[in-house]
């Protein structure tokens, strides 16, 4: 599975970006996909996550201000940022969750994309 993440820009605080995030290749496979960030001397986190079925995850930082969708026949995922603030600023990678059974046995690959940068001016 490749993965390739746009959208990312500078924008002042309380504005809006919309993060796109492609797949291609085994995309029959996926099984979820989601955004994490990367601020500056900080550790990756969790933004947000869709499953296939539809349920989604939010960091609590974010709720109320971002969402995540997914356009099944575009094998695309989208992260729409409302309202950001200068915390908001990283660098947001996409990834997608595939599981694979064999012999009864399930394994979770994770695949990531590369990074877009998001810069929130205050």
């Known amino acids: 599975v490749q993965l390739q993440a746009s959208g990312g820009g500078l924008v002042q605080a309380g504005g809006s970006l919309r993060l796109s995030c492609a797949s291609s290749?085994?995309?029959?496979?996926?099984?979820?996909m989601g955004w994490y960030r990367q601020a500056p001397g900080k550790q990756r986190e969790l933004v947000a996550n869709?499953?296939?079925?539809?349920?989604?995850t939010y960091a609590d930082s974010v709720k109320g201000r971002f969402t995540i969708s997914r356009d099944n026949a575009k094998n695309t995922v989208y992260l729409q940022m409302n309202s950001l603030k200068s915390e908001d600023t990283a660098v947001y990678y996409c990834n997608a969750q595939l599981t694979l059974t064999t012999t009864g046995i399930s394994t979770t690959y994770i695949y990531w994309g590369q990074g877009t940068l998001v810069t929130v001016s205050s």
């Open positions: 869709i499953l296939n079925g539809g349920s989604t």
């Open positions: 290749g085994s995309t029959s496979s996926i099984t979820g």
